[in-house]
Every structure is written in structure tokens, then in C-alpha cells.
């Protein structure tokens, strides 16, 4: 995908860290100017400053996905830069700590809600229009392998992720003639800084429950993101795309039970 997105222009979200900074170093990698938005300041500029340094177009837009102000003024903040917008991931997310549904107050509810669902919700709101007047675009936003088949003690996070699948199927179907395409991708564990602060016996769990046998990285979803933004995925919209490691695909047993064996 070398210079693919040369003359294009991203904006990504929740870009000041982890799958999110991947992302934008990625597509500035393969040539598209990216607009990066986050809340953290600090490190929104590091990862700008990085793309920069290795010679690519970047522009830092302080933000909070919440707000439809913000929403507004990232897609702005592109259209003003780099003339256009052909892509956009919305990729922030947050959530309360693991707590049964009935331990969960409105307030923890909401916080998943607000960010996850109306955040990517708020950015479709100015990001559709912004594509339309360039042509078309690609929108990929980012669910959870949890929202595939639901996860324990997790009620807020898979009920926002799960709600985007669904937002992005409809606006795929609604905004197909205009030449905008909606898809999902559904990451499973990744190696993000969460995961690493969680500590070796964390990782090690979040390996042994995936097929292959590993926790995934942040290039994995880049690698996937950028191909239903590419070309290639012209005929690809709709779709929510697990990259799991084969997480969502069933049970795996250990070994096969034999019929008359003793349970």
C-alpha cells in the first residue's frame, strides 16, 4: 500500500495513543495528510511532530468526541488544511471498569455511551457531508470483538460498540448512492498501552483466549483499516471486520470429544 493515499486526506480520532496513533502514522506512511484529534494535547503533539519528522502532512485538532463542537471543527480543521476530506476513523473509546450490569450506575453507563456510540455518531454528523462535497470517502469506525458475541461484565462497552455496528450498517445503506462507505473493523486483544500496563499474567490470558495464539497488534488493525479505505475495498461497504485472531470465529476445544466417551 506504498503512497496509496497520496493526494488524500484522513482524520482520525482518539489518535494520541495506541491503536489510534498506529492509524496515523500509518496513513501518513502511505501518503495521505491526516488530520489526528484527541484530548490529550501532549501527546497529540508527539504523534504529529512524528509524522512530520518522517516527512508527512499532519495537523493537531484538541478535542472531545462528546462534543458536537469538536466533531465539527476536526472535519473543519481538514477542509481548511488540506482542501478536502476522503477518510476518516473514528476510533476514540472509553468505559468504567468491569462491573455487573446492576452495580453500574447511569453515570458509568453513560460515559461508554457518550464516548463510544454519540462520539462516533457526532463525527459521521460532520464527516458524511465533508465527503460528499469531495466525491465520496471511506469511513471506518471501530467496534470491539466483544459487541460479536457479548462479554461479561462489560454491559456498557458492548452495548455502545455493539450500537455502532448497527449505525454503520444503516449509514452504509443510506449514503452508498452518494459514494460514502461505512464499515466496521472489530479488534480482539491488542497490545495498546492498556494491555501492557495490565502486566505479563494479563497478556499471557488475553493470548491463550485467542486461536492463534497471540494478542494482536496495533499495525494489525492499521493493516485492516487501510485496506477498506483503499481502493481495493471499493466494492466493501457494510461489512464489520473482526481482527481477532479468530476470537469471534467459535469455540475451540482442546481436543475433539469422541462419541461414548466418559465426560
Same mark, same amino acid.
Given at each position: 500500500?506504498?503512497?496509496?493515499?497520496?493526494?488524500?486526506?484522513?482524520?482520525?480520532?482518539?489518535?494520541?495513543? &495506541?491503536?489510534?496513533?498506529?492509524?496515523?502514522?500509518?496513513?501518513?506512511?502511505?501518503?495521505?495528510?491526516?488530520?489526528?484529534?484527541?484530548? %490529550?494535547?501532549? %501527546?497529540?503533539?508527539? !504523534?504529529?511532530?512524528?509524522?512530520?519528522?518522517?516527512?508527512?502532512? @499532519? %495537523?493537531? !485538532?484538541?478535542?472531545?468526541?462528546?462534543?458536537?463542537?469538536?466533531?465539527?471543527?476536526?472535519?473543519?480543521?481538514?477542509?481548511?488544511?488540506? *482542501?478536502?476530506?476522503?477518510? @476518516?476513523?473514528?476510533?476514540?473509546?472509553?468505559?468504567?471498569?468491569?462491573?455487573?450490569?446492576?452495580?453500574?450506575?447511569?453515570?458509568?453507563?453513560?460515559?461508554?455511551?457518550?464516548?463510544?456510540?454519540?462520539?462516533?455518531?457526532?463525527?459521521?454528523?460532520?464527516?458524511?457531508?465533508?465527503?460528499?462535497?469531495?466525491?465520496? *470517502?471511506?469511513? !471506518?469506525?471501530?467496534?470491539? =470483538?466483544?459487541?460479536? &458475541?457479548?462479554?461479561?461484565?462489560?454491559?456498557?462497552?458492548?452495548?455502545?460498540?455493539?450500537? #455502532? #455496528?448497527?449505525?454503520?450498517?444503516?449509514?452504509?445503506?443510506?449514503?452508498?448512492?452518494?459514494? =460514502?462507505?461505512?464499515?466496521?473493523?472489530?479488534?480482539?486483544?491488542?497490545?495498546?498501552?492498556?494491555?501492557?500496563?495490565? *502486566?505479563?499474567?494479563?497478556?499471557?490470558?488475553?493470548?491463550?483466549?485467542?486461536?492463534?495464539?497471540? =494478542?494482536?497488534?496495533?499495525?494489525? #488493525?492499521?493493516? @485492516?483499516?487501510?485496506?477498506?479505505?483503499?481502493?481495493?475495498?471499493?466494492?466493501?461497504?457494510?461489512?464489520?471486520?473482526? !481482527?481477532?485472531?479468530?476470537?469471534?470465529?467459535?469455540? %475451540?476445544?482442546?481436543?475433539?470429544?469422541?462419541?461414548?466417551? @466418559?465426560?
Amino acid at each position: 500500500m506504498q503512497r496509496e493515499f497520496s493526494g488524500r486526506v484522513a482524520l482520525i480520532t482518539g489518535a494520541s495513543q &495506541g491503536i489510534g496513533a498506529a492509524l496515523a502514522e500509518a496513513f501518513a506512511a502511505a501518503g495521505a495528510a491526516v488530520v489526528i484529534m484527541a484530548r %490529550r494535547a501532549d %501527546r497529540l503533539a508527539e !504523534v504529529a511532530d512524528r509524522i512530520v519528522a518522517a516527512g508527512g502532512a @499532519a %495537523r493537531a !485538532v484538541v478535542g472531545d468526541v462528546t462534543r458536537d463542537d469538536s466533531a465539527r471543527d476536526a472535519v473543519a480543521a481538514a477542509r481548511e488544511e488540506f *482542501g478536502r476530506l476522503d477518510v @476518516a476513523v473514528n476510533n476514540a473509546a472509553d468505559g468504567p471498569p468491569p462491573r455487573l450490569l446492576a452495580e453500574l450506575t447511569p453515570a458509568d453507563f453513560e460515559r461508554s455511551i457518550g464516548v463510544d456510540l454519540t462520539g462516533t455518531f457526532l463525527g459521521m454528523r460532520h464527516q458524511i457531508p465533508a465527503m460528499i462535497d469531495s466525491g465520496g *470517502g471511506a469511513i !471506518v469506525n471501530l467496534a470491539s =470483538v466483544a459487541a460479536l &458475541g457479548g462479554i461479561s461484565h462489560f454491559t456498557a462497552y458492548v452495548a455502545a460498540k455493539s450500537g #455502532i #455496528i448497527g449505525m454503520s450498517r444503516t449509514a452504509a445503506l443510506d449514503y452508498a448512492p452518494q459514494g =460514502v462507505r461505512v464499515n466496521v473493523v472489530a479488534p480482539g486483544p491488542i497490545l495498546t498501552e492498556h494491555l501492557r500496563a495490565a *502486566g505479563p499474567t494479563a497478556q499471557q490470558a488475553a493470548a491463550a483466549a485467542v486461536p492463534i495464539g497471540r =494478542v494482536g497488534t496495533t499495525d494489525d #488493525i492499521a493493516a @485492516a483499516v487501510l485496506w477498506l479505505c483503499s481502493d481495493a475495498a471499493s466494492y466493501v461497504t457494510g461489512v464489520t471486520l473482526p !481482527v481477532d485472531g479468530g476470537q469471534s470465529a467459535g469455540t %475451540r476445544l482442546e481436543r475433539p470429544y469422541t462419541p461414548g466417551e @466418559a465426560l
